[in-house]
């Protein structure tokens, strides 16, 4: 064998094995969603997610199957936020009117880590202005911990002497699935159009 063929056959040894790699880790491993990702989670999509007992805009107390009992997006904000949470909650609004278009039914929820001053009412007012389907959420101190900690979404309210304090929180966008849980996170970055397109991936793959 001369060296140019140990070399060629060494390339198309490393391509092979790399082209395996990639079958076991997308089609091999058993993930129908693996063609649709484009995000990576520390110990795996089952490591985010669980149960939660909340109460929505309406005063009801709910829980996560009540809530998610379709494609659903989760976002950790609260109210009183100036910017960050409105634009993410109106793109994840103009998302869920996109696959409507496209015959999908998404449901936004917005759960609120600032339970003093979100209170159902306040939450009522706050998504009839975003979506008519959205669903606000809130809670016990307890509560929301339970459920931040659940999908690992992190927050800290801000010490302040007055009401309008601030509070530090993620801004992932948590896709859902009834009967199977947490899929998929989007990001700030990510747009209406990405989303609806992403979304409708892991919605026709379920």
């Not at 094995?17 to 089952?46: E, I, M, P």
């Not at 929505?56 to 976002?75: F, R």
Request: glycine share 10%; net charge negative.
């Amino acid at each position: 064998m001369t060296k140019y063929t140990a070399v060629l056959a060494g390339l198309v040894l490393v391509a092979g094995l790399g082209l395996t790699g990639w079958y076991v880790l997308t089609q091999g491993s058993g993930d129908r969603f693996a063609h649709c990702r484009q995000s990576q989670v520390s110990g795996g999509a089952g490591s985010i997610g669980g149960p939660f007992t909340l109460t929505d805009q309406k005063g009801n107390t709910v829980t996560q199957a009540d809530v998610i009992t379709g494609p659903t997006l989760l976002y950790f904000g609260y109210t009183f936020c100036p910017d960050v949470c409105p634009l993410d909650n109106a793109r994840n609004a103009e998302a869920t009117d996109i696959l409507e278009e496209r015959g999908i039914g998404v449901t936004p929820v917005f759960i609120s880590v600032d339970p003093a001053r979100d209170t159902p009412d306040v939450l009522q007012s706050y998504t009839e202005n975003l979506h008519p389907r959205m669903i606000g959420l809130t809670g016990s101190e307890d509560q929301i911990r339970a459920a931040t900690e659940a999908y690992k979404a992190y927050f800290r309210i801000q010490p302040a002497s007055d009401e309008f304090y601030l509070v530090d929180h993620s801004t992932f966008t948590y896709l859902v699935l009834p009967e199977v849980g947490f899929v998929e996170f989007f990001r700030r970055e990510a747009t209406a159009d990405e989303m609806a397109d992403r979304i409708a991936c892991f919605v026709d793959a379920a």
